[in-house]
């Protein structure tokens, strides 16, 4: 009789390792996942991505300058709206991870170059197509 409240005691504790175990394997499992995810192709040669979100108010001034822009522009644009589109938005954490922002400092307006460069920001995207040739 003895022998048995000291069994369900260890029964217990290795129950409970077992669990804690399995646990923290499928976390370090999906940490991997996420670590390893290939990074998508760079924008093609002429080509630039330009991330905005519906509603917001630095995207709506370039996508103004756009209008009078696109009709000489050097360059193609492709735009992907991250507000309302997950893939876009998953997208672009992508891209500002390659280019090293940290995700808690990321947002729209975000163009990114054929060659992988980030630009952030109204003023500094507009002064870049400004500048191509």
Same mark, same amino acid.
């Given at each position: 009789?003895?022998?048995?409240?000291?069994?369900?005691?260890?029964?217990?504790?290795?129950?409970?390792?077992?669990?804690?175990?399995?646990?923290?394997?499928?976390?370090?499992?999906?940490?991997?996942?996420?670590?390893?995810?290939?990074?998508?192709?760079?924008?093609?040669?002429?080509?630039?991505?330009?991330?905005?979100? /519906?509603?917001?108010?630095?995207?709506?001034?370039?996508?103004?300058?756009?209008?009078?822009?696109?009709?000489?522009?050097?360059?193609?644009?492709?735009?992907?709206?991250?507000?309302?589109?997950?893939?876009?938005?998953?997208? *672009?954490?992508?891209?500002? *991870?390659?280019?090293?922002?940290?995700?808690?400092?990321?947002?729209?307006?975000?163009?990114?170059?054929?060659?992988?460069?980030?630009?952030?920001?109204?003023?500094?995207?507009? /002064?870049?197509?400004?500048?191509?040739?």
């Amino acid at each position: 009789m003895r022998k048995f409240p000291i069994l369900i005691i260890v029964l217990s504790l290795a129950l409970l390792g077992g669990f804690i175990f399995i646990s923290s394997r499928n976390q370090s499992d999906s940490s991997q996942n996420v670590v390893s995810a290939a990074p998508p192709p760079l924008p093609e040669k002429g080509t630039y991505e330009f991330f905005w979100g /519906d509603g917001c108010p630095h995207c709506a001034k370039v996508e103004e300058f756009f209008k009078g822009w696109e009709a000489t522009a050097p360059a193609k644009i492709n735009r992907k709206e991250v507000y309302k589109n997950k893939e876009n938005a998953n997208l *672009l954490v992508q891209r500002a *991870l390659s280019c090293g922002i940290p995700q808690n400092e990321l947002g729209v307006p975000l163009m990114v170059t054929p060659e992988g460069k980030c630009l952030t920001g109204d003023a500094p995207i507009i /002064d870049f197509l400004k500048g191509l040739k």
